[in-house]
């Protein structure tokens, strides 16, 4: 219903379009992602992909993809690891770790760094208990 077409087989190839681009990031958040790659992927023009991507998903690809990513490096940081903020930086497909830190904390409110040792103190406090 969201997809907007006449035709009813149109907007179920259109969604079937719009998830595939949706699958394809979900799948590869961590490498780089262009919007010709991913109207490639979708069989749709790049202008088109990305009107009707952010009518359906209420935001643009690029958005999806920091989100993507942004969601699992927090996954990553909740995990008991010794794994540094920068290694974690580089696997969900960020080479920057001061605009990731960036997008991170503007996403949760917290820098990773803080993010993760409220996570390690929590460890600490439950294993004591």
């Known amino acids: 219903k969201n997809?907007?077409?006449i035709k009813q087989t149109t907007r179920l190839e259109l969604y079937k379009r719009l998830h595939r681009a949706k699958d394809?990031?979900?799948?590869?958040?961590?490498k780089e992602i262009s919007l010709a790659d991913l109207a490639n992927v979708c069989l749709l023009?790049?202008?088109?992909l990305l009107r009707q991507f952010k009518k359906?998903?209420?935001m643009t690809p690029g958005q999806y993809v920091i989100l993507k990513r942004v969601e699992a490096a927090?996954?990553?940081l909740e995990k008991k690891s010794d794994r540094s903020?920068?290694?974690i930086c580089l696997q969900v497909?960020?080479?920057?770790?001061?605009?990731f830190s960036r997008l991170?904390?503007?996403h949760y409110k917290y820098s990773p760094e803080k993010y993760q040792h409220s996570f390690i103190k929590k460890d600490h406090t439950i294993s004591i208990v």
């Open 85 to 87: 903020v920068s290694d």
């Open 104 to 106: 991170f904390k503007k």
């Open 74 to 76: 927090r996954q990553l």
């Open 56 to 58: 359906y998903f209420k």
């Open 24 to 30: 394809f990031i979900d799948s590869c958040y961590a």
């Open 93 to 99: 497909g960020y080479s920057d770790l001061s605009s």
């Open 45 to 48: 023009n790049k202008s088109y």
């Open 3 to 5: 997809v907007q077409a």
